[in-house]
């Protein structure tokens, strides 16, 4: 994939954009006041994955707790801030890593100079971060609705406004909860700046809904190679706005796997086993095991290694045992009750010494054994649930009459 070239900032240590990995962003929904409390919901986010943290700041008591949020946090923390530009400046002075400024709500250009000109003195990077719901009424005017275009005019207003005092350090969002405008929003802004920008599509609400949209417009950019640090804006425990930020990333392959990847098969007449049952009893055992490996989970031996032979490790089902299989290859054959424990026991050895080692170690008859079963059950053809039997006794009803 080929990512747009931008320059780069630094959120604290973490840099955005100019090739950086791209960072996952979420926000807190505590009191910032609550010290405690806020601060217990960024270990949250940064264990769930969370690369940064914003957490607002809307009143004196927000700025007085970030000044001791700040030196606690284990990430950097971004102020948000709307309409009173003063309290950008508190943010400055309690120690936050970046701002971001709404350009809706912070409307004299003095005032926002005032923040950058501070910003900059400090070596902060600054968020313009437009928002279709509370774009200037002039735009609005101008434009009738949120256009992209008007969600572009207003991000390069501020934009000017901030290069006037020679402020460079700037990332952008034009975010909007429709998400063919949010896509074609962030499209035209890419064509037009060599900022870094922040995707995000804005109150897309619980999930699964807001998943969907927020995966649908993030991840189409993501792939056009357009975007530098992500939020998810779910309605919705902010820890899973950071994990799905995170799992996202890596599932297209643009961070290292540090969670886990299950992936398992949809099931069909071929099933030996309830695949939902299995694949969730594994998903939440190997979370808790927070292995980062890519786990699968196949209805049957007939073709369950092999479809999935890229995995690290998997387990298939066949005539009441579980098949272990490692990079497609069958190493133990256990009884199906034991599969679960037995793919966790044996990911567990797989991360801790390695594939060459966890095949040496394999049952040198298990996969002798798999092709004999999967022999047998692709002799049934196709009728592992006896549906030919079970269609001839409903037969058999029917014509009772
Ligand atoms: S692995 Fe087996 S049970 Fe699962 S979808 Fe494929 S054929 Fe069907």
């Known amino acids: 994939m080929i990512r747009r070239e931008t320059k780069q900032l630094h959120v604290g240590g973490v840099p955005v954009g100019g090739g950086a990995p791209i960072t996952v962003q979420s926000m807190t929904t505590t009191k910032t006041s609550d010290v405690d409390g806020t601060l217990a ?108 275009e008007a969600l572009v005019e207003s991000a390069l207003t501020e934009i000017r406004y901030l290069e006037d005092v020679d402020f460079d350090a700037i990332k952008i969002s034009v975010k909007h909860s429709h998400v063919p405008t949010m896509v074609e929003s962030y499209r035209l802004l890419a064509d037009t700046v060599d900022y870094p920008l922040h995707l995000g599509v804005t109150e897309a609400g619980p999930p699964p809904g807001g998943l969907i949209k927020s995966v649908a417009g993030i991840a189409t950019l993501l792939l056009e190679g357009i975007g530098d640090t992500i939020r998810f804006s779910l309605t919705a425990d902010p820890v899973e706005e950071a994990k799905a930020g995170r799992q996202l990333l890596e599932y297209l392959g643009l961070r290292d796997r540090t969670l886990l ?38 209805g049957c ?80 053809k196709g009728d592992a649930n006896k549906a030919e039997e079970r269609r001839s006794a409903v037969a058999d009803v029917a014509n009772l009459d």
């Open 41 to 148: 919901q960024v270990y949250a986010l940064a264990g769930a994955g969370a690369d940064l943290v914003r957490i607002t700041c809307n009143d004196v008591e927000a700025a007085q707790g970030l000044a001791e949020i700040v030196p606690r946090s284990p990430v950097p923390i971004i102020a948000d801030i709307h309409f009173q530009y003063r309290l950008a400046l508190a943010a400055i002075e309690a120690g936050v890593a970046g701002l971001r400024l709404n350009p809706g709500n912070i409307r004299n250009p003095e005032h926002i100079k005032t923040v950058a000109v501070a910003a900059r003195e400090a070596g902060l990077p600054i968020r313009v971060g437009v928002n279709g719901g509370s774009l200037d009424k002039d735009l609005l005017a101008k434009y009738g609705s949120a256009t992209p």
């Open 301 to 380: 031996v007939v073709n369950g290694p092999g479809e999935a032979r890229e995995a690290d490790i998997g387990i298939a089902a066949g005539k009441g045992k579980g098949h272990l299989f490692i990079k497609g290859q069958v190493v133990r054959v256990v009884p199906e009750a034991e599969m679960v424990e037995a793919l966790i026991d044996e990911a567990r050895k797989l991360v801790e010494e390695g594939v060459e080692a966890r095949l040496a170690a394999a049952d040198v008859n298990a996969a002798a054994q798999a092709t004999e079963t999967a022999l047998e059950l692709r002799s049934l």
């Open 261 to 298: 990847d299950l992936i398992a098969c949809p099931s069909c007449g071929r099933a030996e086993v309830d695949v939902i049952k299995v694949a969730e009893e594994a998903r939440s055992a190997l979370e808790a095991e927070k292995l980062p490996i890519q786990v699968a989970v196949m």
